[in-house]
């Protein structure tokens, strides 16, 4: 047995070994799932900024906001 084919052996075994990768299964097309991130972020940013708005900036509430 030459080393080599120890090696492969040890390949072979690890990628059985490894899972296998699913990809995406949400069933949308590129850009059905662009324009769902796109609506996300609108969404995300328009909390944000209502949050700004509305005083309840989390940002300056740590332990040390008042020193």
Partial sequence: MTRG???ERDRQRAQARR?????????L???Q??????KALQ??????AAQAAGGGDAK????????
């Fill in 19 to 27: 899972p296998v990768a699913k990809g995406r299964d949400d069933g």
């Fill in 33 to 38: 799932r662009r324009e769902r991130d796109a």
């Fill in 5 to 7: 084919d120890q090696r």
């Fill in 43 to 48: 969404e995300k940013a328009a909390r944000k």
């Fill in 60 to 67: 300056g509430a740590g332990k040390n906001a008042g020193k």
């Fill in 29 to 31: 097309t590129p850009e």
